[in-house]
């Protein structure tokens, strides 16, 4: 007698604004619950064109309209219940462009709840208005910084130990520091928010060192090529442009130094022992990684990157080139952050709660 799979609804968005680490995280999850016989059905709001994490995944996903009412949706969800006999739901649409409003989000999941599904969320630190079953918080301070918003109507998963990290990640033998820098790892989120990428480009450049320099971009986001073009005729380093990445882990295996923002990809560098120097999306952002350095003293945070110079990157690179000692810490600190357990953590949590 064959096994039966149960079923489970993956509510995830995706677009330059949002970035795309939600569902790179979500793909994972499901990955890992079908081995657990569990098997996901994901429903996207369409921003963008589709990338290639979406294609051949093997996975059920509907498209629906980014305007569309939280009314309609409820009745798609409806629909696809009555089709897969759904009766649990994922969201990881905690971000300011899924819904016009956190009103319309709040109303979202008081559907979900009257028809009775039982609703596990992913939250940020200020979402402290949501009632659902399980939430899920698995960053840096989530444990301290909620202590007064507990409701006892939720379960509350916090902390980097629910941190979801590909089997790549996990699979792969961790960086070993370098006497030498060689190579540079830059990614700026699948948005590529306020051309920090072509900034992190642009302050390399002013070094004289030869570096080899990785630079990770997205083909939905925006991005300056021509800048990638003209340094390629005089820089005497090598810049390799890596566009849609495929194996985020094997391209910072043989990095030395990453540069990133303050998005997601912090908890990955820091697990491959990568020493890492962030530079936030926002003053928002800033405020946390500022929390997050003093909790974990794990990486280098220059700031907004809205209000660093290239100058500034610059000499902070050379800075962190320049002395093993710290790069050594960095790595060895970064690598306890997150033990890559997280999925097998929540999957348990999952299957004992429903």
Not at 69 to 94: A, F, G, M, R, Y
Not at 118 to 145: G, H, L, M
Not at 163 to 170: C, K, M, N, S, T
Not at 246 to 267: E, H, P, R, V
Request: negative net charge; charged residues 25%; contains cysteine.
């Amino acid at each position: 007698m064959g096994t039966i799979m149960r079923n489970i609804l993956i509510r995830v968005d995706y677009s330059s604004n949002i970035g795309y680490g939600h569902i790179i995280r979500m793909l994972a999850l499901a990955e890992s619950l079908l081995e657990k016989e569990w098997q996901s059905v994901f429903l996207i709001k369409q921003f963008e064109e589709t990338t290639n994490l979406l294609q051949n995944n093997g996975f059920d996903i509907t498209f629906i309209n980014p305007n569309i009412s939280v009314n309609k949706e409820i009745d798609i969800i409806k629909s696809l219940t009555i089709k897969h006999k759904l009766n649990v739901v994922i969201l990881d649409i905690s971000n300011p462009y899924s819904f016009c409003s956190e009103y319309d989000y709040v109303h979202y999941i008081e559907l979900l709840k009257t028809n009775n599904y039982f609703v596990i969320s992913f939250n940020e630190f200020y979402d402290n208005y949501q009632y659902t079953d399980i939430i899920v918080i698995p960053y840096v301070n989530a444990e301290t910084k909620l202590v007064s918003s507990f409701n006892d109507k939720s379960k509350y998963l916090l902390g980097p130990d629910y941190f979801i990290l590909r089997p790549e990640f996990i699979d792969i033998e961790k960086n070993a520091v370098s006497k030498d820098v060689n190579t540079l790892f830059i990614s700026m989120g699948g948005g590529n928010v306020s051309e920090f990428t072509e900034k992190a480009i642009r302050a390399i450049l002013k070094l004289e060192k030869p570096y080899h320099v990785k630079v990770i971009i997205t083909s939905n986001a925006p991005f300056d090529y021509d800048l990638i073009y003209e340094a390629k005729r005089w820089y005497s380093g090598e810049i390799e442009l890596i566009v849609d990445c495929c194996n985020m882990a094997g391209q910072m295996a043989f990095s030395d130094i990453a540069i990133i923002n303050s998005g997601l990809t912090k908890y990955e560098t820091l697990t491959m022992g990568v020493p890492t120097i962030v530079i936030s999306n926002s003053i928002e952002h800033s405020v946390l990684m500022d929390e997050f350095v003093k909790s974990t003293n794990s990486l280098i945070h220059l700031g907004c990157g809205l209000t660093i110079s290239e100058e500034e990157l610059s000499d902070k690179i050379m800075t962190l080139d320049e002395d093993i000692d710290l790069r050594k810490e960095l790595s060895e600190t970064g690598k306890k952050l997150v033990d890559g357990k997280g999925i097998k953590r929540l999957i348990e949590i999952i299957n004992d709660n429903i």
